[in-house]
């Protein structure tokens, strides 16, 4: 990040409210949150002023389906799992300066039906007919939990949304072999009138916002496939039965989580900055006082934060350079599968955080988060208190690769263990007495 001293605006650490449909594990730890919360505290000990924001994503449609799964009012789910998230960041001492419980919060849902208003300019009247799909067993629209398949990108396993394989984005038409995760029936089409965000309507701010940021190397491949085969059109709202329910006028449509989530970092934030916005100019005025903006988050949110989020910010008016970089990481993995609440493979934060200090947690989890590849938490490696060979072996090997090249980290990962013939032979990759060809 850039040096706080020679600059004077506000700079801005945001992290992805966490879906609570379950609770927080170690591998989302490892991810943005306690990252994000190292790097706001490190700019604010180096004297940057730092506004600091997460929430929870209760409109998620992830939320109904998990209560429905588990046979449970979907309120009670809510606030047991929400509660639990609340208390696994306070253990793990990650704090936040905003945070934002929408279930929580009126003014902020009649905030975001405002200002969706205000940017699609009466979307009622400006709707699109637009293609959908339902469940032709129970009616349901199938978006995000709603549709699962194989990505029409990579033919990887997805559901509606972005694809958690090759960051591309997924609907319910672009799936193959989609079908609904409700009744597991084949979809139909259906027409209906939506307001539709069209990224190509965004191309040349998009493309500004992405040339003056910093982007791990995934961000860069996801954005030259899209300057390539076109940018997307992303419904904003869908006829559907959880999320913040937009005009009557719209006939019963929700608002897409992902859109409202845009619409939360534009106003929560710019509420913290100036108690007396209103209108969406309000908060676009009100940005204009954030001098950085830092997304930390995990890979597979990549086409959100990268793509979809700055396209909201374009269309109402914030300027492309406030975006000035995103923090991605990896998959962290348990025993050398992937963490995965929905399978219940996973260490959970309020047991490992109940159980050890936090602060060898964070430490643990500092040297051992999947940055810029996956790593892999094991019981043993923790309970030394450092990563085993193999993963300082395999993170040294990546540091000695072009994309994100760090031959210092690599040193140092490797003299502790010279004498292992596999760390020696790529110490002489450093030292110059190893060609490296493997010829």
Same mark, same amino acid.
């Given at each position: ?16 409210? =966490? ?12 991810? =943005?949150?306690?990252?994000?919360d190292i790097a706001a505290r490190a ?30 009012? /979907? ?29 929580e919060d009126a003014d902020y849902r ?85 307001? /539709? ?40 709202a869908y006829p559907s039965d959880w ?27 710019? &509420?913290?900055?100036? =108690? ?42 914030? &300027?492309?350079? /406030? ?63 450092? =990563? ?52």
């Open positions: 990040m850039t040096g706080p001293t020679t600059r004077r605006g506000k700079i801005v650490v945001t992290t992805p409210p =966490p879906t609570p449909n379950g609770p927080l594990h170690v591998g989302h730890l490892s991810g =943005p949150y306690v990252a994000a700019l604010r000990a180096a004297g940057a002023d730092v506004l600091t924001m997460t929430g929870l994503d209760g409109h998620q449609n992830y939320v109904l389906a998990k209560a429905e799964a588990l046979g449970r009012p /979907v309120d009670e789910t809510l606030r047991d799992y929400s509660g639990q998230i609340r208390t696994a960041l306070a253990k793990a001492r990650v704090e936040y300066d905003v945070f934002l419980d929408p279930a009649d905030a975001v039906r405002r200002h969706v208003a205000e940017l699609f300019a009466d979307a009622g009247e400006n709707a699109e007919e637009t293609v959908l799909h339902r469940c032709p067993d129970c009616g349901r629209t199938m978006h995000h939990a709603y549709v699962a398949g194989l990505c029409g990108t990579c033919g990887a396993g997805a559901a509606g949304g972005a694809c958690e394989a090759c960051m591309a984005y997924n609907t319910s038409g672009t799936l193959r072999d989609a079908r609904s995760t409700c009744c597991d029936a084949v979809p139909e089409e259906f027409t209906a009138r939506v307001p /539709v965000l069209r990224l190509e309507d965004h191309r040349d701010a998009l493309t500004r916002t992405w040339a003056m940021a910093e982007t791990h190397p995934r961000v860069t491949d996801l954005v030259r496939r899209l300057l390539a085969d076109g940018l997307p059109a992303v419904p904003v999320g913040i329910e937009l005009d009557v006028h719209l006939d019963g449509l929700r608002l897409d989580v992902w859109v409202e989530m845009a619409f939360g970092y534009l106003y929560k934030i710019a &509420k913290a900055l100036d =108690p007396s916005v209103h209108t969406l100019a309000d908060c676009v005025e009100a940005w204009n006082g954030v001098d950085e903006l830092w997304h930390f988050h995990g890979v597979d949110n990549t086409f959100y934060y990268s793509v979809l989020i700055p396209a909201v910010f374009a269309a109402a008016g914030v &300027k492309p350079g /406030v975006l000035r970089g995103l923090a991605v990481n990896e998959f962290y993995r348990l025993d050398g599968l992937k963490f995965s609440t929905s399978r219940n493979h996973a260490v959970w934060a309020l047991d490992i955080l109940d159980d050890q200090d936090p602060g060898d947690v964070r430490l643990f989890l500092a040297q051992d988060r999947p940055d810029r590849y996956e790593s892999d938490f094991t019981h043993d490696a923790f309970k030394t208190g450092a =990563p085993s060979a193999e993963a300082d072996l395999e993170r040294a090997r990546c540091a000695l690769r072009p994309s994100g090249f760090d031959p210092a980290l690599a040193t140092r990962l490797l003299l502790p263990m010279r004498e292992d013939p596999r760390a020696a032979e790529l110490l002489a990759l450093i030292t110059g007495t190893s060609s490296g060809d493997a010829s």
